[in-house]
């Protein structure tokens, strides 16, 4: 834990042997924030970074978790890392936004429940705002300088400088 940590209360961290967390300087939790770091992964959360209440992060399976300098995390997010997960520096992420990195395997035959997961990595470039309830899902690039709008789903990468809104995501303009 680096210089100048600040928390409101103190937040639930869960980190399995062979396995890091990494919290630079000037980094500020506000309540109820939720760390795991599991199975040989890392968490790795740079400077100047708020994480605002009830926000969880998770990382799994020999991933990383990465949240560039000087980015802001809304209330209610969830990071779910299943595989890594790259926050650039200079980002806003609002409220309630999902990163999701795995996805249920359905094949017909065999119960869902005793199937496993698909996993794929997720890239946010720098400078990106991720509007509030936005879900990313796995395998998505986000260029440098996007916007995601509100409630925006994301199932596939997107070109740097690009608006995007709707379900699914779809290119509105370009940022001037």
Do not use: M
Not at 40 to 49: F, L
Not at 91 to 116: A, D, E
Not at 120 to 129: E, L, M, Q, S
Not at 134 to 142: Q, Y
């Amino acid at each position: 834990i680096g210089k100048n940590f600040k928390c409101d209360s103190i937040p639930s961290i869960y980190i399995v042997e062979n396995s890091k967390l990494i919290i630079s300087d000037n980094v500020y939790f506000r309540r109820n924030v939720e760390i795991r770091v599991h199975k040989n992964s890392i968490i790795q959360i740079n400077r100047n970074i708020r994480i605002d209440r009830g926000t969880r992060l998770l990382s799994t399976n020999n991933s990383k978790l990465h949240i560039g300098n000087n980015s802001k995390i809304g209330p209610y997010c969830i990071f779910n890392g299943g595989d890594n997960i790259f926050i650039g520096k200079d980002c806003l992420v609002s409220g309630f936004v999902y990163l999701q990195t795995s996805s249920k395997i359905y094949k017909k035959g065999t119960p869902i429940s005793h199937q496993g997961y698909r996993h794929g990595c997720i890239t946010i470039g720098n400078d990106v705002w991720l509007g509030a309830h936005a879900t990313i899902l796995p395998d998505c690039k986000i260029g440098d300088g996007v916007i995601i709008g509100s409630n925006t789903v994301v199932k596939k990468s997107i070109n740097p400088n690009e608006i995007h809104f709707g379900v699914p995501a779809k290119k509105i303009k370009e940022r001037s």
